[in-house]
């Protein structure tokens, strides 16, 4: 019995990919993005307090209250915004299930949402599988910012919405108050709804803002607002996310999240919303992550890779054309195989590929992880 694809072009994710040759190769794994070092004791004693104490049944539809009361908390606390948590705050199984929820709830065939590239890699995929079209433009190259411009061109009367990241993955850039400026502009009068992975919200670094959609009215009325607990505390094997919309957008969007996962898991949705109740365990996390992109670039220094700028996310681009014009992908496999280093090319992320020699490497990883990384990769 054969099947016709609904994802033609679409092999293995790269993460996958990646994380599986580092493993054969017993290789350094700088490719996928997750911590090396554990969450928080407190955060397990409390994971195992409530499936020790009868939580082990559904949560609620929408996730718990508990959880939901806390995540109107962080947005209120860090972006002065008040969504309600009974009817605009809803608990995901991840970021990756929220966008696609989103995008269930949103897009019809023939629609088009615009994505900017390099883009991670769920947009594309998700949008297809609803019959709408992903219309690419292309972050401007070295900075990775947007280019309104080309934005305005791409957007028509089939836009039914845009995906933005910020701060970004692959990239590390993050979006500017002008950016925000700009995207009032383009979408003011028009019925696009904005799509916003901030899952990377608490890391951003030099002291700068992160600039969420919560912080302009206009732009939270016409948002899906998305973020992880799994890059926050240190979980990303938790798969728990969360959507903040206004009420219409939000009623819509549990019609679909009900009938795709129904519920996330009860105890662990406990334990994060008690957790959190310290807002220094996630207005923290900037300076853990700043250091140690720091420290990734001063041990890296030495060697002739080039680091791009990386103003939030885990994540630092380099430049591998001082030692090889071998292309991305190519060099990301010798050089697990054969430096037992992994990491991720970054032409993965773009459909028309640039040709530049850029490799993603993720700096959550322990000081002696990144010791031993920045060791392969001065011997290049
Ligand atoms: N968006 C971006 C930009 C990501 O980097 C990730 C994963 N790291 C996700 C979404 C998915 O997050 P989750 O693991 O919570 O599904
Ligand atoms: N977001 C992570 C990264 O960019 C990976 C998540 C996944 O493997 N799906 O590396």
């Not at 696009?192 to 919200?201: K, L, N, P, R, T």
Request: aromatic residues 10%; charged residues 20%.
């Amino acid at each position: 019995m054969q099947i016709v694809s609904k994802l033609p072009e679409v092999g293995t994710t790269i993460f996958s990919v990646m994380s599986a040759l580092a493993k054969e190769h017993g290789a350094i794994n700088l490719s996928q993005g997750f911590p090396d070092y554990d969450c928080s004791p407190l955060l397990s004693e409390l994971a195992n307090k409530y499936i020790g104490s009868g939580y082990n049944q559904y949560a609620p539809m929408p996730g718990t209250v508990e959880l939901r009361e806390r995540i109107a908390e962080i947005i209120q606390t860090c972006y002065a915004a008040s969504y309600r948590p009974d009817t605009e705050i809803t608990v995901t199984a991840g970021a990756t299930q929220a966008i696609y929820t989103a995008l269930a709830t949103i897009v019809k065939p023939g629609d088009e949402v615009l994505i900017f590239e390099p883009a991670y890699d769920c947009y594309a995929p998700s949008i297809e599988l609803q019959g709408g079209k992903a219309v690419y433009s292309t972050l401007k190259y070295p900075d990775f910012c947007i280019d309104w411009d080309d934005v305005r061109k791409k957007i028509n009367p089939k836009t039914r919405a845009l995906i933005i990241n910020s701060p970004h993955n692959p990239s590390g850039s993050v979006l500017s108050k002008n950016d925000l400026n700009q995207l009032e502009q383009v979408v003011e009068g028009t019925n696009i709804i904005v799509i916003s992975d901030e899952v990377y919200e608490h890391m951003v670094f030099d002291g700068q803002i992160h600039q969420s959609v919560a912080l302009r009215e206009g732009l939270r009325a016409r948002s899906f607002l998305v973020s992880s607990f799994g890059k926050t505390v240190h979980t990303t094997g938790w798969k728990i996310g969360y959507v903040a919309a206004p009420q219409h957008l939000m009623a819509e969007f549990r019609k679909v999240h009900q009938f795709l996962v129904f519920a996330v898991n009860h105890p662990l949705q406990l334990c994060l919303a008690e957790f959190l109740k310290n807002t220094r365990n996630y207005s923290e996390l900037k300076h853990f992550y700043e250091a140690k992109r720091n420290l990734f670039l001063k041990l890296t220094s030495g060697s002739r890779l080039k680091p791009l700028h990386s103003a939030g996310t885990y994540f630092q681009l380099m430049d591998y054309s001082a030692i090889t014009q071998e292309n991305d992908t190519d060099f990301a496999i010798r050089l697990t195989k054969e430096n037992k280093l992994a990491s991720i090319p970054l032409s993965v992320f773009y459909k028309e590929k640039p040709g530049q020699h850029l490799l993603r490497f993720c700096f959550a990883k322990k000081d002696e992880t990144l010791e031993k990384a920045a060791e392969q990769l001065c011997k290049l």
